[in-house]
T-cell receptor, first 112, second 115 residues
């Protein structure tokens, strides 16, 4: 079945460091891929998405490219800020279902 | 205020008791969802609803009951709470069935502890 695998956290970085959070997926057909972010004490909110191979989603300085050949959707940001500290969830929506399937989440901690 | 609200934010209950978590949205979204968030599991879908009076099971429905008599409300009931149901519960809504075109909007969650 469909599944999403994320790197385990926490990821601890200094401000202005480069961020990569790995995400790989298993799915039949052509899923859509998403990154959601959860700030402390809040619900999840959509960060970015990509609906077909080679698409790049971007928002707030974050970006991720849908790589079908490696079944990956890694999240990157060139220079993180303390305010980026949150839990990041990779998710997919399969071609045979509209229900989102989430990864386990990766906690990012950014220190000044 | 417009949005999706969950209540209560925190709840402690005893094993065997019935407890209901409330979810209310003001967008008139057709679709509503209940997820639970557990360390090591991420978010898992409990139940969802495509419209008033239409509900369906998700990945982990056992021990839970939902209803959707009005579009804006989607309560989740634990009929006889167990310790394994200690979790953070999130309600979400979306305008369309396809998550490609309509992102999920989440509430701030209810932290439930079953003692």
């Amino acid at each position: 079945g469909n599944s999403v695998t994320q790197m385990e956290g926490p990821v601890t970085l200094s401000e202005e460091a480069f961020l990569t959070i790995n995400c790989t997926y298993t799915a039949t057909g052509y899923p859509s891929l998403f990154w959601y972010v959860q700030y402390p004490g809040e619900g999840l909110q959509l960060l970015l998405k990509a609906t077909k191979a080679d698409d790049k989603g971007s928002n707030k300085g974050f970006e991720a490219t849908y790589r079908k050949e490696t079944t990956s959707f890694h999240l990157e940001k060139g220079s993180v800020q303390v305010s980026d500290s949150a839990v990041y969830f990779c998710a997919l929506s399969g071609s045979n279902t509209d229900k989102l399937i989430f990864g386990t989440g990766t906690r990012l901690q950014v220190f000044p | 205020d417009a949005g999706i609200t969950q209540s209560p934010r925190y709840k402690i209950t005893e094993t065997g008791r019935q407890v209901t978590l409330m979810c209310h949205q003001t967008w008139s979204h057709s679709y509503m969802f209940w997820y639970r968030q557990d360390l090591g599991h991420g978010l898992r879908l409990i139940y969802y609803s495509a419209a008033a009076d239409i509900t369906d099971k998700g990945e982990v429905p056992d021990g839970y009951v939902v209803s959707r008599s009005k579009t804006e409300n989607f309560p989740l009931t634990l009929e006889s709470a167990t310790r394994s149901q200690t979790s953070v519960y999130f309600c979400a809504s979306s305008r369309q069935a396809s998550t490609n075109n309509s992102p999920l909007h989440f509430g701030n969650g209810t932290r439930l502890t079953v003692t």
